[in-house]
């Protein structure tokens, strides 16, 4: 499956974004499907995640409460809505699958398997 993120911006702080992944491929709804995210000088780190069948959603603690992951399986798009953004939420996003099962593994990035290319996100205070 290839991926392709989108819907980065710079926004001020209090501000909503909502980005996308577009998925190439007919088996996307096999997939469990995840975002994470890198800030200039730290590692990438987990976001959300959600299971291919939409049954489970997981989150960062930083991010609970304020962002919220779906997807449409009719249209191959995974979504992730920001709201109430802050300084610290800046970072290049990313979207990844893995193929569905070990659920436990959600926020792990090395269980991902295919990786969009990533959309910028600038929170200015």
């Known amino acids: 499956v290839q991926l392709q993120a989108s819907g980065g911006g710079l926004v001020q702080a209090g501000d909503s974004l909502r980005l996308s992944c577009a998925a190439s491929g007919r088996t996307f709804s096999t997939y469990d499907m995840g975002w994470f995210r890198q800030a200039p000088g730290k590692e990438r780190e987990f976001v959300a995640a959600i299971t291919w069948d939409m049954s489970t959603r997981r989150y960062a603690n930083s991010v609970a409460g304020r962002f919220t992951i779906s997807r449409d399986n009719t249209k191959n798009m995974m979504y992730l809505q920001m709201n109430s953004l802050k300084p610290e939420d800046t970072a290049v996003y990313y979207c990844?699958?893995?193929?569905?099962?070990?659920?436990?593994?959600?926020?792990?990035?090395?269980?991902?398997?295919?990786w969009g290319q990533g959309t910028q996100v600038t929170v200015s205070s």
């Open positions: 990844a699958a893995r193929p569905r099962g070990d659920w436990v593994y959600f926020s792990s990035s090395p269980r991902y398997d295919y």
